[in-house]
């Protein structure tokens, strides 16, 4: 594989970093489209392993997409890097796709919450 597709998790240096940005090289998610990779970037969520403490949050469960322990996706931590960043399309020596589609819906909804995608376009003020 030489571009991530969406849904994909690879491994993504993230350093530098600032502040509380998730840092190092970790898990992350990949959740932009792939006709946006053309482009040489990728939105992703950074993966923690820990169990969930915020809003935004949402729980992998080891076992889920290469998960060896479980882990967090990090959904108020979007972000969009270069495709430079990737260290690794593989898990393990393999593609690892987050599958389950509850999981999937979750980061949707935590991904359009966190960006106030879930409030009615009247009382955000936007036409």
Known sequence: MTEPLRWSI????????????????????????EAFHR????????????PPRYP????????????TEDAV??????????LARVRSYEIGGVPQRLGDPLIRGQVRAAIAHHLGLDIRTPLDGAA
Do not use: F, K, N, W
């Not at 491994?11 to 932009?32: F, M, N």
């Not at 482009?39 to 820990?50: D, E, K, L, Q």
């Open 73 to 82: 996706v990090l959904c108020h931590q979007l972000r969009t890097v270069d």
């Open 39 to 50: 482009s040489g970037m990728a939105t992703i969520c950074p993966i923690s392993a820990r």
């Open 10 to 33: 690879v491994i993504a240096e993230l350093d530098p970093t600032v502040g509380h940005e998730q840092r190092g090289r970790r898990r992350v998610l990949v959740v932009s489209y």
């Open 56 to 67: 935004g949050e949402i729980a992998l469960p080891r076992g889920h997409a290469g998960q």
